[in-house]
Structures are given as structure tokens and as C-alpha cells.
């Protein structure tokens, strides 16, 4: 059996091994056109925090609650949406140069120094965009206290009542008790409002700027880790496939 096992385990690391440099081919070839699809995407942002303002300036009612910012709102799912895939890109690649790894020996070791630098870098970029993503749904956290100083305050209540009663009736001698039940219900509905305070407006307005600005500084961030890991792994692409010379490891392609 130790011996069957031995046999059976280089088998299952080199298939391992094969689907890992598949999916980091895959990862790599994509980077180029997620990177110009980003570019477009920023490109469609207007950065201007003047212009900003004065687009999503608001103005609070006395019957409707303040609504959702749908341009900030479809940025940051757009954001997100990035932000996974940039982080299952790097998976994939730190997976494969991991695996690439020979074993260390004495001397000859550059290559496997420049591969653990790449894998470290990777690492690095993912914990990085982690925490972005995971900051994400605190904008939805901040606007909501802020919109809902600019709303009315809607309150209901509902009440309901029964009540039982019984008359008493002599004929013929003969004494009969008629009972008589009945319910009622009603519901009432309260609205009010208050003065509206300028600078609370204006923190709803910022908060919604300083996000969009947020988002689209993130999503430069993605765009740059893509280019320099493209370009870290293009430049010592033989020091990763052969970190020891011809015949060291195999190649992506």
C-alpha cells in the first residue's frame, strides 16, 4: 500500500499541477481586455466633484422618503463585480506559480527567489482588493442615516375591540337570555415632518460624491495591480518557467 501510494501521488500532483497552469493561461490571457474594459468604465465616470454636486443634489419631500442614488448605486455593484473577478484572476496565478515552485537547493536559486517575490506581490494586491470589497457596504450603512434625517416620519397603529352583551326576556312565564356580540377595528396613520436643515442635505450630497470618487479610485486601483502583474510576469516570464534553467519547470504555454 506505501509503495501503491507513492506511485498513484505524483499522478494526481502533476494533474493538479496541469489544471492550475490552465486556469492561470486563462486568468492572464483575460488581464488585457478587463484592463481596457475598466479604462472604458472610468472613462463613462465623471471624476468632477463640482459637476458631482450639483448631480445628485436633493431635495427632500414632505411625503416620500429620499431615494436611492442609482448612479452610485450601479457603480458600486459594477466595483464589486470587478473587484471578484480581479481576485479570482490572482487565484488562479498565485495557485500556479506556487505550484511551479521546485524544491530549493543549494545554489541556482534566483529564479525560485523572483517566483516567491511574484507570488508575495499577488498575495499582496488580493488582501488588498479583500478589504476594499468588504468596505463596500458600509456607503449603503452611511446614506441610510443620512436619508432617513431627510424623510418624513411615518408611523401606524392598528387597534381592535369586541364587546359582549346579553338581554334578558319574559314570556309566558318563561325567562330567555339573547346574547349579542360585536367588533370594531380601526387603524390610524401619522405623518410628520420637520424643517429641513441645509447642512444635513449637503452631508447626504458629500456622502454621495465622496463614494462615486471612492469607486472610481478603486477601480484604478484594480486596473493598476493588473498591469503590474502583467507586467512583472512578462518580464521574468523565464526565471518562472525554468527558475533553474531549461528543463526547470513547465511553461504556461
Not at 494526481?12 to 483575460?30: C, L, N, P, V, W
Not at 452610485?72 to 463585480?81: I, K
Request: charged share 20%; glycine share 6%; proline share 4%.
Amino acid at each position: 500500500n506505501f509503495f501503491l501510494h507513492n506511485s498513484i501521488q505524483p499522478t494526481i500532483m502533476q494533474a493538479i499541477r496541469e489544471q492550475a497552469t490552465t486556469d492561470a493561461a486563462t486568468a492572464r490571457s483575460q488581464i488585457p481586455s478587463k484592463f481596457v474594459e475598466l479604462t472604458t468604465f472610468m472613462e463613462s465616470m465623471n471624476a468632477d466633484p463640482s459637476t458631482l454636486g450639483a448631480k445628485f443634489a436633493v431635495t427632500p419631500s414632505d411625503t416620500a422618503p429620499v431615494p436611492m442614488n442609482a448612479d452610485v448605486a450601479n457603480a458600486l455593484e459594477r466595483t464589486q463585480s470587478e473587484l471578484a473577478g480581479a481576485i479570482s484572476t490572482f487565484n488562479a496565478i498565485e495557485l500556479w506559480i506556487h505550484l511551479s515552485l521546485p524544491s530549493i537547493e543549494d545554489g541556482n536559486n534566483f529564479g525560485v527567489g523572483i517566483m516567491m517575490e511574484g507570488a508575495k506581490m499577488i498575495a499582496e494586491a488580493k488582501k488588498d482588493l479583500s478589504e476594499h470589497m468588504k468596505g463596500l457596504p458600509d456607503y449603503f450603512k452611511e446614506r441610510s442615516a443620512a436619508a432617513e434625517k431627510l424623510s418624513p416620519k411615518v408611523s401606524q397603529s392598528a387597534s381592535e375591540s369586541t364587546s359582549t352583551s346579553s338581554d334578558k326576556e319574559n314570556k309566558g312565564g318563561e325567562e330567555t337570555t339573547t346574547a349579542k356580540n360585536g367588533s370594531s377595528s380601526s387603524s390610524k396613520k401619522d405623518t410628520s415632518t420637520s424643517s429641513v436643515v441645509p447642512d444635513a442635505v449637503a452631508h447626504l450630497v458629500a456622502i454621495d460624491v465622496n463614494w462615486y470618487l471612492k469607486l472610481h479610485t478603486t477601480c484604478n486601483r484594480i486596473r493598476n495591480v493588473y498591469a503590474t502583474v502583467c507586467d512583472f510576469l512578462e518580464k521574468n516570464e523565464a526565471r518562472i518557467t525554468e527558475p533553474k534553467g531549461s528543463g526547470g519547470r513547465m511553461s504556461m504555454y
